[in-house]
């Protein structure tokens, strides 16, 4: 190191495991003294877990108040136990600050660690003093110190010096309320602050809403953590409303503190749009009780009587005064200024407190010396003075009471623990989870234990809650156990035991434990696995089973009294018992099988066994797992139930499905058909929970579109879950070769069972418990969807995915036409039938008859109305008097100005069709005349388009464009739901939304006040061919729900589902 000047980073952290301490300094020193031999320029100095205390500091004195820090930006002490020795260093930096300024220079400390240091209230105020003088502190982290708020008041003045202080770490020290609210009156000053960790300091309600005032204007703070620090609803909810405005905020840690359920959701509710910054709130320790609020207000005021019981106390003394205060005033009818309290004594006082512990009159005469001054008689003597050996004590009677009973001294308590050893012992708080409420219940706090009998080789857990000594947990390690940290705490543990028996009967928990600190809990877990991995096989412990009640003496059922006792002890006893013990059970007689009895009985009348089709025979399990399954219900998840669910592959027709059973009772809660459109996401983040979305689920009676989920054991069975569900859609509609050999097998070796078991007579009925799933002659399925169809249908009600069986179209030899026909060019001969019928104008050259205007040269003909030649008469007719109504007449070319009348005549179109398609107004509506054209100018570019001009349209809808309405709303629905963008489904969605049966993305949007026009367009859209009865069938799902705007229009619902054709 002498000669090496060019050191920048001395990172000794671990340096001097396994050496004395008394080794530790000197070589401090020679390192020290090299390096500023060296004179090298530090950037870095790293001394972590190296537990050389106060001693160690002492030993860098010389390097840290040398030229060689000028330059140090980073000091590193985690883990070494300064305890004092932090003043030291504090002391140092001081120093090496104005030595630097004396020689023109300055320090450019930067950051400071000193975690697990125990440097309590002293350290923590000098280094709050030197980082003050310093003013250039980006970290400070001081984690686990033993800091009390005195030492944090000392601290917090350093803030306000370090204006680029970005990272701030006070976490697990002893803060409270009052430290919290010095720490934070300094950090509007601290603008750059980008991490705040004031976690496990106890800062409580009191010291959250003062932080969370003070950190609104630190605009460049990305993590707050507040966890484990007694909070209740109040003081988190401010500090969720504080951190909503923190744009850079990317997390903010409330677990562990006293919320509550409902205190959960008001703080996720305060966070509103901002809760994906909210770490989670698994570990949430429920609002504590009134007894918990009471002893923390009675160790609050007891902790205040010490305080001010320890401040400086009076130090009168009458007749002993070291400082004599002038009196302004004559004192006992004496002008002069010099008495004072010391004087009381010495002069002819009427009255002396002298004579209180002499006996004498108490009006005693005082004394008075030459310089005219009065003191009491007796001065300097005690006040009170004892008693003389000569009076009478106070007479206290000596009452005996002789006992009717003499019981039994207590010699020994039996716990249970007599013949075991204890492995490990430590203090801790145990939960239980509460399944019914779905939260962790605290269950106590006391010792853990670790026993192990050392005749069976068995261990087992065994916690005591303190003071009463009631069991709180009691149960059999076993093999099988695992326990894994409590939602990613290093202080707590969570595992699963079948049987404890800590109340009178064994119960199945799930337990968790939470210690003081990460190195306790680490402690504890290698200390179960030992106990875990010892356990013996069955081979060699032939008796010990995992069923076997541990045995543990309830400490209040010793035996301290007995009845035998009583008869041996005393002769006059009226009566006595046996004093013969009851034999003590032995491991035999513990684990010894309850005598069964063999009761048979023959049943009376004998019923012949059915066979029973489970709808599964003719598919492959892909995939089969225990799990339980959940479906999302108003908001919420509700449980649906726990069994196996299998993945299903049909080889015969290519298609998967997913079912489930639950277990016992083997009722369907999942059978649905797999498609391509479903996609599989995992919950929450957690990989052990899927979520997936089916249009028809047929659990129950009738399908039903369901979001469901299923949570697995673990994350490796859900990925096989999922990997099989993707081959599954992978391989839709592909029947392979080697699978239609199967089919035709299995076909056959059916027939042949068949024909070999049921005779030709009667053959046996078989009962499926899949009706829904079966496939009925007349149908036939969609291949793309799976929707079951009539053959007769063209295309799919549900994609419109063509049928491939459907017969071909034949074009129509006649036609019959409403309106206007465009004109046949005259190259192209006309393919109307010569015997067509039209109403409206025509410029065929072939139609015999018309109602309306003819525009081109007329044939011999019948015709209402004014009939236009191509070309002008030769001759000019004179006007008739009935101009403009004609029967079969030619008028002349000339427009004829006069009224007309006429049948068929053409009307003229002044509606802008392309302003009503965006913005649909009721007198507008009044006066279209072709629908169609509206219908191709309304934006059908997404569902959201579509819903949003059907919800205008029934808002301006009347009883006389209720039918203009409905070819809109027909026109518009048939050109959506071809649409290959989206699916109908999709735009039904979007119309719920409308009319506020499912609640919108967007928090502006209002749905529509009155519901009933757009339920009478859609009770008659739902009666038209092209409107899929899947679809159909998700809007009957919400129509029959309980919505105020749905019960307003009863008898549009009834129509709307009288209308399905289901």
Not at 167 to 185: S, Y
Not at 833 to 840: E, K, L, P, R, V
Request: proline share 5%; aromatic share 8%.
């Amino acid at each position: 190191l002498r000669n090496r000047p060019t050191l920048k980073y001395a990172l000794w952290k671990d340096m001097y495991t396994g050496r004395l301490r008394s080794e530790i300094p000197p070589s401090l020193r020679s390192l020290s003294d090299a390096m500023m031999s060296a004179g090298t320029q530090l950037v870095e100095l790293d001394l972590s877990d190296n537990a050389f205390g106060p001693d160690g500091a002492e030993a860098i004195r010389s390097l840290l108040t040398s030229p060689v820090a000028y330059t140090i930006q980073t000091l590193k002490f985690h883990n070494n136990g300064l305890g004092g020795g932090g003043v030291i260093i504090a002391d140092c930096l001081k120093e090496n600050h104005a030595n630097a300024q004396k020689a023109g220079k300055s320090l450019d400390l930067r950051s400071f660690i000193a975690g697990r240091n125990r440097l309590e209230n002293p350290g923590a105020k000098a280094l709050g003093e030197a980082f003050s003088m310093i003013g250039t502190m980006e970290q400070i982290e001081i984690v686990q110190n033993g800091i009390q708020y005195e030492g944090f008041v000392g601290l917090a003045s350093c803030i306000r010096h370090n204006p680029n202080l970005k990272i701030l770490n006070l976490n697990d020290n002893i803060m409270t309320p009052r430290g919290a609210i010095a720490i934070a009156k300094e950090l509007p000053h601290a603008l750059k602050l980008q991490v705040l960790n004031m976690g496990d300091c106890l800062v409580k309600t009191e010291g959250a809403k003062a932080i969370a005032k003070n950190i609104k204007r630190l605009s460049d703070l990305k993590e707050v953590v507040l966890n484990f620090n007694e909070i209740r609803t109040e003081g988190g909810v401010a500090v969720a409303e504080s951190c909503t405005a923190l744009s850079s905020l990317a997390r903010l840690h409330l677990d562990g503190n006293h919320f509550g359920k409902d205190g959960k959701e008001e703080v996720q509710k305060a966070l509103g749009s901002r809760i994906a910054i909210l770490t989670g709130l698994n570990e949430d320790e429920g609002i504590p009780s009134e007894d918990e609020d009471d002893e923390e207000e009675a160790e609050e005021e007891e902790k205040k009587d010490v305080s001010e019981k320890t401040e400086s106390k009076s130090t009168f003394v009458f007749g002993q005064s070291s400082t004599t205060p002038q009196l302004g005033n004559s004192l006992l009818g004496t002008n002069d200024r010099n008495r004072n309290f010391g004087d009381f004594g010495n002069t002819s006082s009427p009255f002396s407190f002298s004579a209180l512990s002499t006996g004498t009159n108490i009006f005693a005469t005082g004394e008075s010396n030459n310089n005219n001054t009065f003191t009491f008689k007796g001065t300097g003597t005690t006040l009170f003075a004892p008693q003389s050996s000569n009076d009478n004590p106070e007479h206290e009677p000596d009452v005996y009471y002789e006992p009717l009973v003499t019981l039994q001294k207590v010699t020994e308590t039996k716990t249970g623990h007599e013949e075991e050893v204890e492995m490990y012992k430590h203090r801790a708080k145990l939960f239980r989870m509460d399944k019914d409420a779905g939260v962790w219940k605290e269950r106590g706090v006391g010792d853990i234990k670790i026993l192990t009998n050392p005749a069976t080789g068995r261990s087992r857990l065994v916690m005591r809650r303190d003071v009463i000594l009631k069991l709180c947990c009691n149960h059999v390690i076993l093999k099988e156990m695992r326990m894994e940290p409590n939602g990613g705490s290093d202080k707590s543990l969570v595992w699963f035991t079948p049987q404890d028996y800590s109340e009178e009967e064994p119960k199945a928990e799930t337990l968790a434990v939470r210690f003081k600190t990460g190195e306790i809990c680490s402690e504890f877990l290698a200390a179960f696995e030992k106990a875990r991995l010892a356990v013996p096989e069955p081979d060699a412990a032939p008796n010990a089973t995992s069923n076997a009640k541990p045995t543990v003496a309830q400490p209040e059922k010793s035996e301290s009294f007995s009845f035998a006792g009583l008869a041996a002890s005393s002769q006059k006893a009226a009566f006595a018992l046996s004093q013969t013990s009851p034999k003590k059970p032995t491991d035999d007689d513990t684990y010894r099988d309850e005598y069964e009895p063999n009761v048979d009985f023959k049943p009376i009348v004998e019923l012949e066994k059915v066979q029973v089709d489970a709808g599964t025979e003719n598919e492959d399990v892909k995939f089969e797992c225990r799990c339980k399954l959940y479906r999302f219900d108003k908001d919420q998840w509700k449980e649906r139930g726990l069994g196996n669910i299998q993945v299903l592959w049909s080889k015969s027709t290519g298609k998967g499905r997913v079912l489930m059973r639950r277990e016992q009772v083997l009722k369907i809660c999942c059978n649905h058909w797999i498609t391509s459109e479903m996609a599989l996401d995992v919950k929450s983040g957690n990989e052990k929970f899927l979520t997936w979305n089916t249009l028809a689920d047929f659990a129950d009676e009738e399908s039903k579109p369901e979001i469901l989920a299923a949570r697995f054991k673990t994350a490796e069975q859900a990925s096989g879950f999922k990997s099989a569900f993707e081959k599954c859609q992978a391989n839709l509609g592909k029947v392979t070769e080697e699978d239609e050999v199967d089919n035709k097998v299995a076909e056959a070796s059916s027939a042949i069972e068949k024909l070999a078991t049921e005779p030709a007579s009667a053959p046996a009925q078989t009962k499926s418990v899949f009706p829904l799933l079966q496939s009925a002659k007349d149908k036939w399925h969609c291949d793309t969807c799976y929707t079951p169809n009539d053959k007769s249908v063209a295309a799919c009600l549900a994609c419109q995915t063509p049928n491939p069986d459907a017969p071909k179209e034949s074009k129509p030899t006649s036609t019959f036409s409403f309106g206007l026909q465009s004109a046949t060019p005259a190259t192209v001969p006309s393919t109307k039938n010569a015997n067509s019928f039209d109403f409206g104008s025509s410029n065929s050259v072939s139609s015999t008859f018309n109602f309306g205007t003819v525009a081109s040269t007329p044939q011999t003909g019948f015709s209402f109305g004014t009939s236009v030649v191509a070309s002008p008469p030769k001759e000019e007719s004179k006007p008739s008097p009935f101009a403009g109504f004609s029967f079969g007449g030619n008028p002349t070319a000339t427009p004829i100005k006069t009224p007309t009348f006429s049948f068929g005549g053409v009307k003229v179109d002044t509606v802008d069709y392309k302003a009503f398609a965006k913005d649909p107004q009721e007198s507008t509506l009044e006066k279209i005349l072709k629908p169609e054209v509206v219908v191709e100018e309304v934006d059908r570019s997404s569902p959201a388009s579509v819903a949003a001009f059907l919800g205008k349209l029934s808002t301006v809808m009347n009883n006389k464009t209720e039918i203009t309405c409905q070819k809109l709303t027909d026109g518009v629905l048939k050109l959506s739901f071809s649409s290959t963008n989206y699916s109908p489904g999709d735009v039904m969605n979007e119309l719920l939304v409308v009319m506020g049966l499912i609640k919108s993305e967007d928090k502006d949007f209002k749905p529509n006040a009155d519901v009933g026009n757009l339920l009478r367009l859609l009770s008659h859209s739902i009666s038209q061919d092209y409107f899929p009865d899947p679809t159909a069938r998700i809007i009957a799902a919400f129509i029959r729900k309980d919505e105020d705007k749905i019960m307003s229009k009863v008898n549009d619902c009834s129509n709307l589902l009288n209308s399905f054709k289901i």
